[in-house]
Nanobody, 116 residues
């Protein structure tokens, strides 16, 4: 199992930047695929960015060119760099870990609010 703790959320003006961090502990970090999801009020949770253990990444169309997911194995941490933030990016952002497409783990979420 793995425990996930997000940090870095907050309030930012449109056009600004935030860097989210997800600290993973309790298991072997390199065995997992990690993703960032977000959920806005009244909307379904959606995948924002994915980084697989092999290093490949994927992004939602809405954030391509603005967000970057990365990982640091030495720190057991996954990051989401968010630039050019828009009000529609406002949501609770969740870190997700998956192994063997069977076991799923979620962080508690961190609020990102982008003011217009």
């Amino acid at each position: 199992q793995v425990q996930l703790v997000e940090s870095g959320g907050g309030l930012v003006q449109a056009g600004g930047s935030l860097r989210l961090s997800c600290l993973a502990s309790g298991s072997i970090f390199s065995l997992y695929d990690f993703g960032w999801y977000r959920q806005a009020p009244g909307k379904q949770r959606e995948l924002v960015a994915l980084i697989r253990r092999i290093g490949s990444t994927n992004y939602a169309d809405s954030v391509k060119g603005r967000f970057t997911i990365s990982s640091d194995n030495a720190k057991n941490t996954v990051y989401l760099q968010m630039n050019s933030l828009k009000p529609e990016d406002t949501a609770v952002y969740y870190c997700h870990a998956e192994i063997a497409t069977k076991y799923h783990y979620w962080g508690q979420g961190t609020q990102v609010t982008v003011s217009s």
